[in-house]
């Protein structure tokens, strides 16, 4: 709540202010479209959303975006789901990535970072000239507008090339990370019959080769759709038979040709992390990206030409696809494959050190861990140039918020930190990073523009200062345009439109302050509910969590036959800890006074370790299923869990409580 936090922890400066690119743009927006002039960001963000259509005309004026054709208005049908923006306009996402390249060819629009952490250079040119050759390539081998394009590839140059060569066709780019196996990608990839593969023979983790050969030569088999694999031999072998060559493919000096496409074709193709389930199938547009992706980088991260942009992730999740959008702004992009604490918690650190990263981007878990490991980054390195740690995943806890701030500020450094929250759902963030707003501890800066964001009730009510459900009521152009394989659209309406019509419900628990910042508690379908007060698990996270004893940790709330409720709290413990009386009491003291008596756990159960999806959310609906007696194949997705034997303990034990 905002009487917590009275004072900010961070204030931007009068020089940031006027120098960042939202203030020009306010500025601008005034003068041309009727934007307030005063009133800050507050007065910008309320005329966003009051004249949605007029915020949405002013952002491809200011970006530049080159319309091929031209719209006939920027929104036609506002219903949600179903809105069409920009109607009879075409365009060209790669188009718009590339076009630094035209003033800026010899500067690098790629740092590739392995493990031994020394980058290597694509230069705009270089990388404008691979994606010609590739979207060539593809052409030559029959892929046409709307075919589906995948990749099994770790965060590689390549697979940036392949994604914007895909883009340049007006194919359909979808990737999933090496580290998923045949299952995981298959219950992926079969849904949307793609028929190009691009692959690598391996990837390197921990200072180890993985050998993916015989899983590539599996998804070959399964996948009937593929008129051609292209082979990239990271580990230095050959290409298989039947398989092309990626230096052979991208060897050509061909200028690239960009085929120009409806503001709503489909870009890519994203998934949801499947664990009850096939994972969804989210197809999001070339336009709606488009446009969504400049406002965010552009004026939310402040990205622009001078910025070099690193977050760490991998090609199946999200933020690999967002990063890539940093192209648009004429940013540098810092592409790392690898382990993120090889060879040592601080490696992201290192990274973001020796690429001169100005926005370094990581999950809210390595800033705790980088804590509880007594890292120092800000003293041991030199991060001068870094201007923001921007962080999402879960949610920052607030001695994440104080560690950040206290480390740099140590070195007299004057550091941004920016907790963004969104979804796969729309590829972007609801609330998070405004370079001209202050920063509260444990607090999201603001909802985004153009984004109406509410806290509602169950009845449909917004709440101030009170936690309910994230829903939006506007529709935000990066919005699905459909699911794959849901042809009248009940699935997609299902997944969002179900709890309030025409209305976005997302699923988190957020608190909108007085003040205007946000607060998410934790995902609203795994809710914890004691006698009738609601609360979010992320919140219990940031208290046990402070613990050293405690590595990570899982909540679950479970309804009981007679009425009853049980409310375990399972606990990783940390190399050499034990879980006595002495640990249970603190952990139960810890909770009492940093939340309330009703968040106390019913039980404290040691476990061999969380479990995750493949992009590290811990899962706890599929735990809840569990614990409730459902059986694990109808409980989770077997290939949308990072190690399927933990599921086992909680398994035993719900048949042990039967």
Known sequence: ??????????????????????????????????????????????????????????????????????????????????????????????????????????????????????????????????????????????????????????????????????????????????????????????????????????????????????????????LPTLRAVIHIPLLGTEAPDGALDWRTVTAADSEPVFEQVPFDHPLWVLYSSGTTGLPKAIVQSQGGILVEHLKQLGLHCDLGPEDRFFWYTSTGWMMWNFLVSGLLTGTTIVLYDGSPGFPATDAQWRIAE??????????????????????????????????????TGSPLPPDGFRWLHDEFAASGADLWIASVSGGTDVCSCFAGAVPTLPVHIGELQAPGLGTDLQSWDPSGHPLTDEVGELVVTNPMPSMPIRFWNDPDGSRYHDSYFDTYPGVWRHGDWITLTSRGSVVIHGRSDSTLNRQGVRMGSADIYEAVERLPEIRESLVIGIEQPDGGYWMPLFVHLAPGAALDDALLDRIKRTIRANLSPRHVPDEVIEVPGIPHTLTGKRIEVPVKRLLQGTPLDKAVNPGSIDNLDLLHFYEDLARKRS
């Open 1 to 222: 709540m905002p009487t917590e936090n009275p004072q900010p922890l961070w204030q931007p400066d009068a020089r940031r202010i006027a120098q960042a690119r939202i203030t020009e743009f306010q500025t601008w927006a005034a003068e041309h479209h009727g934007a307030p002039a005063e009133g800050g960001y507050a007065a910008l963000h309320r005329w966003s959303v009051d004249e949605l259509d007029t915020f949405w005309k002013a952002v491809t004026e200011w970006f530049d975006v080159r319309f091929s054709t031209p719209w006939t208005r920027v929104l036609g049908d506002r219903s949600m789901p179903g809105a069409q923006w920009f109607p009879g306009a075409t365009l060209n996402y790669a188009e718009h990535a590339l076009r630094a390249a035209a003033t800026r060819a010899d500067e690098p629009a790629l740092l590739y970072v392995d493990e031994t952490h020394e980058p290597t250079t694509v230069t705009w040119a270089d990388l404008r000239r691979q994606v010609g050759s590739l979207a060539a390539e593809l052409r030559a081998l029959g892929v046409r507008p709307g075919d589906r394009v995948s990749g099994y590839l770790p965060n590689i140059p390549q697979a940036v090339v392949a994604l914007l060569a895909t883009a340049a066709v007006g194919g359909v780019w979808t990737s999933c990370a090496p580290d998923f196996g045949a299952r995981s990608v298959l219950d992926r990839f079969q849904q949307v019959e793609p028929v190009v593969l691009f692959t690598v023979d391996g990837y390197r983790y921990g200072s180890k080769e993985h050998d993916r050969r015989d899983t590539v030569a599996e998804l070959r088999r399964e």
């Open 354 to 391: 020796r690429t001169r990263a100005t926005l370094f981007g990581t999950s809210a878990a390595y800033v705790m861990a980088c804590r509880k490991a007594d890292v120092h980054p800000a003293r041991d390195l030199d991060l001068s140039a870094v201007q923001c740690v921007a962080t």
